[in-house]
């Protein structure tokens, strides 16, 4: 059946008999195939009927229908005719987000969260302005999502909005990543608990209504304190306070009911939130089974018993994850924040070992930063552990809450640098560019495992400014140790301190790429020396010295090549008066396509072939 589907318009033919056939067929099919290349799972499971539903009430594109963060839209994708998911994620395939390029169907391809809200808001009030008042906007936002302050930012100019055609749909499973947490988890977990309300309030109305001669007076008495009823058995005056209307809970697997729901949130004419319930990994025991994240993202799994295909190693997380521990048990001043991300950036274990020391904001990273900010000021030295490419939503409070005050706050950014398969939005390739303008900032991007430890115990020790340490998504290479040290720099080829034609500063994770590099330089008669800068903002004296004995400098990291440290290493050697010309190779400023790691680094030449091709010419 699911072939048949080419388009939202062939999916409202569909007899609604036939609706409970079409979902089943769905999750087999998302799970024999994201069980082949990967992928987020679990949550494209729990919204099968939810999207069924909203588009055969709502006809897209003429409606716009927006997705916060988009890791959802497999299942959309497959009801607007793109059914070929051998290569989702993978170079030439299915982004697995959305994405203007794939389809007129697809709006907001940031995979960033809590932003859909405002996406839909833009879009409602632009198609009243331009005189298109019978297309309806619907933005589907998660309950972890709207931990997010920027969500309550929209919808509070939203309820302002009386007269706005937009629908706000809150796919609540209970969960980001992880369980969702805080004030807010809460009040919707009350919500989910007084179903009964509308069903009291129909018998009610029946009953009343029925008697003789004081029915119906009686019925509109107690239609008059509604609002107060609601409160008591339903407390959504969260919503309706706000001049949001409020429609639910709604069991997001019954199609029918959601059909109804949203029809009725359609007609409605001015902004209504509806409430749906759903189970992330829904219909897929494995993942339903799964205590951790119930299979929000997966790799390669059998799909019969959901165990991976892969071993994947020993992770730069791993590392850090036990460093922390270790630290945790020799500093009790060091506590751990993380926004709603606790185990992907590798808290777990310190959250097992000290509970009371690990804190989970929920997708609100500019509140967390400022929140470390206090907590440093207030005698702890927060660590707060995010993936790099989310530190941009909190660069003013880096900037401002913590460098301006000299707050000892220790950023942990997992995944920097080139993340491939989850596309543009989440390459973490902007840190050391935001973190290159910070007064006073420390920056460490170790080469491997063990660096990292040794980085997070300095980083600790700095009560004065924020620091910074950034690693790579996957497996670190094996340790490389130092030749020599040199002040502060580790040379770990070409020790002595003659000069070379060539100085390699690597950066980070580009350490292997630059020894590979130097090795070429080699064959062809050049003499090179590849120096870890160590801690790379702010530049050492020691690098500096290191580039008055070379010919050339050559810096190589995996972030943007504008403003990085290879433009932080030019500005200081000019400053020095060293003359030696710095040649910088890192990522260009574009957004980079989804594909593998290896097969984005190739594509933007940060390979030692292509970094050598390119000095020797």
Not at 264 to 279: D, E, I, N, R, W
Not at 282 to 303: E, S
Request: net charge negative; with cysteine; proline share 6%.
């Amino acid at each position: 059946m699911l072939s048949t589907i080419t388009s939202p318009t062939a999916l409202r033919r569909l007899p609604a008999s036939r609706l409970p056939a079409l979902a089943a067929e769905i999750r087999e099919f998302l799970v024999n195939q994201v069980a082949r290349t990967g992928g987020h799972l679990g949550p494209n499971l729990g919204v099968v009927e939810l999207t069924i539903a909203l588009h055969r009430v709502f006809e897209s594109p003429h409606d716009t229908i927006v997705y916060d963060t988009g890791h959802i839209s497999y299942v959309h994708k497959l009801l607007t005719g793109r059914q070929d998911f051998s290569a989702l994620r993978a170079q030439g395939g299915l982004s697995g987000y959305p994405s203007r390029a794939e389809s007129e169907h697809d709006v907001v391809e940031n995979s960033h969260a809590s932003t859909s809200l405002s996406w839909a808001e833009g879009i409602a009030i632009a198609h009243q302005l331009t005189g298109d008042r019978q297309r309806h906007t619907v933005a589907v936002i998660g309950d972890g999502a709207l931990t997010g302050g920027m969500a309550w930012e929209a919808l509070n100019n939203i309820a302002a909005r009386k007269d706005l055609p937009l629908v706000v749909v809150v796919n609540d499973n209970e969960r980001s990543y992880a369980p969702t947490t805080g004030g807010l988890a809460e009040h919707l977990s009350t919500l989910r608990t007084t179903q009964g309300y509308e069903r009291m309030l129909s018998i009610g109305k029946r009953a009343i209504s029925g008697a003789p001669v004081v029915g119906r007076p009686a019925f509109e008495t107690l239609h008059g304190i509604k609002k107060g009823l609601k409160d008591i058995v339903a407390p959504q005056g969260l919503f309706e306070d706000l001049g949001i209307k409020y429609v639910g809970p709604v069991d997001g697997h019954d199609e029918h009911a959601l059909e109804v729901a949203l029809r009725q949130a359609k007609g409605y004419g001015s902004p209504v939130l509806v409430h749906v319930l759903t189970k992330k990994g829904k219909g897929y025991r494995p993942a339903r089974q799964h205590a951790d994240d119930q299979f929000h993202a997966v790799g390669v799994i059998n799909p019969e018993t959901g165990l991976p295909l892969e071993v994947s190693g020993r992770s730069w997380t791993d590392d850090f994850s036990d460093s922390l521990v270790a630290l945790g048990q020799e500093r009790d001043d060091v506590v751990a924040l993380t926004a709603a991300m606790l185990i992907p950036v590798g808290l777990r274990d310190f959250s097992l070992k000290f509970p009371e020391r690990v804190i989970d904001v929920g997708i609100a990273e500019q509140h967390a930063v400022t929140m470390a900010a206090g907590l440093a000021y207030a005698g702890l030295h927060p660590v707060v552990a995010i993936y790099s490419t989310f530190l941009n939503r909190a660069f003013d409070q880096l900037l401002m809450d913590c460098a301006l005050h000299r707050a000892g706050v220790t950023f942990v950014l997992d995944r920097a640098g080139v993340t491939g398969s989850d596309g543009a939005s989440h390459n973490g390739m902007w840190d050391m560019t935001l973190a290159n303008v910070v007064p006073g900032l420390h920056l460490a991007a170790p080469r491997d495992g063990e660096q990292i430890d040794l980085a997070l115990r300095r980083a600790v020790d700095i009560t004065d400014a924020p620091s910074i340490i950034r690693f790579a998504k996957g497996n670190p290479p094996a340790p490389i140790p130092a030749l020599e040290q040199r002040g502060t720099v580790d040379v770990l080829h070409g020790p002595g301190e003659e000069h070379v034609d060539t100085l390699v500063v690597a950066v980070g994770s580009m350490v292997p790429t630059a020894l590979g590099v130097a090795t070429r330089l080699e064959d062809a008669g050049r003499s090179v020396r590849v120096v870890d800068p160590v801690w790379a903002l702010p530049v050492s004296d020691d690098v500096v010295d290191e580039a008055r004995r070379a010919d050339q400098v050559v810096v190589i990291e995996d972030n943007l090549v504008s403003g990085g440290v290879g433009s932080a290493i030019t500005l200081a050697l000019q400053q020095a008066g060293v003359t030696a010309p710095v040649r910088p190779f890192g990522i260009p400023k574009e957004f980079l396509d989804h594909a593998s790691r290896g097969q984005v680094l190739a594509a933007i030449g940060l390979t030692p072939d292509a970094i050598a091709e390119t000095l020797l010419a």
